[in-house]
């Protein structure tokens, strides 16, 4: 069983979603895999020493990931595997913040990887983690803060975003382009530009992975359900419509999907 341990940095929640611990049975007989579903968050992971992950996109070779990497967005689910023992701390950002962070343009690999290396120094990321869990997590936030200068007062647009995204959040993605536009007063050409910036997606495509974990998280909760109750309840037009935005983001049909291993997933759509 995968343990996942939380921790909600109370300094930095304009920010900071959540910071994680994952670690994986070293009594496993075998690697650990899962499908990773895209969910429009971004966040910087580390590998503990000695294992690091690898990841697959359908049908292609396993790409290795870093010891610490910006994880950025995926528009389909990827193959997950960590070795037996495997020791992860990650740093969860909220779909816009992550730029503000970085006082940049957030990364765009086409992997959804950007070594930290590439970004920020990694030295002051790894002497925050420790034995425990909780000291790494606080260990985290005092970094954070420490390196946060008046992110109330970003530039490029950022309020614009940052309305439209807690519009996106509040609706759980059952919002039109057109109510985001009324919400911000700019064109739905800077909109895209500035989303694409802050966010790496558009707000059309942004709020369909959020409708689409929204769907993930109410059928986790409600077993019983079928999924076309499931879908009208989360804000797709129909059935049709769902199976589509399975086979988009997963390759697999609904049935095919909860009947895969969804442990990690069934964790973070929550979060």
Not at 141 to 161: F, H, K, W
Request: aromatic share 12%; proline share 7%; glycine share 6%.
């Amino acid at each position: 069983m995968i343990l996942i341990e939380t921790y909600i940095p109370a300094q930095l929640t304009h920010l900071i979603k959540t910071c994680w611990y994952l670690e994986v049975p070293a009594k496993l007989p075998h690697p650990y895999e899962e499908d990773i579903l895209p969910d429009g968050h971004h966040e910087i992971i580390f590998h503990l020493p000695p294992h690091t992950g690898k990841r697959r996109f359908k049908a292609g070779a396993w790409i290795e990931e870093p010891a610490a990497f910006i994880a950025g967005q995926t528009l389909t689910s990827y193959r997950l595997q960590l070795m037996p023992g495997a020791r992860l701390y990650g740093i969860r950002f909220y779909p816009h913040t992550l730029s503000a962070f970085l006082k940049m343009p957030v990364p765009d690999a086409d992997t959804g990887i950007t070594p930290l290396s590439d970004i920020l120094p990694e030295a002051p990321f790894w002497a925050c983690i420790q034995e425990d869990a909780e000291q790494t997590f606080r260990q985290f936030e005092c970094l954070l803060t420490n390196s946060i200068s008046r992110l109330e007062q970003p530039a490029g647009g950022y309020d614009y975003v940052h309305a439209a995204i807690a519009a996106i959040m509040q609706s759980k993605g059952n919002i039109s382009v057109d109510r985001l536009l009324q919400r911000t007063g700019v064109s739905a050409k800077h909109l895209d530009v500035l989303f694409k910036r802050q966010v790496g997606l558009t707000p059309k495509a942004i709020s369909n992975i959020i409708r689409f974990n929204h769907f993930i998280a109410w059928k986790n909760r409600h077993p019983e359900q079928n999924y076309t109750a499931g879908g009208y309840e989360t804000g797709f037009y129909d059935q049709s419509h769902l199976i589509r935005s399975f086979h988009q983001y997963t390759q697999r049909s609904p049935k095919a999907w909860f009947n895969n291993n969804t442990g990690i997933n069934d964790i973070f759509v929550n979060i």
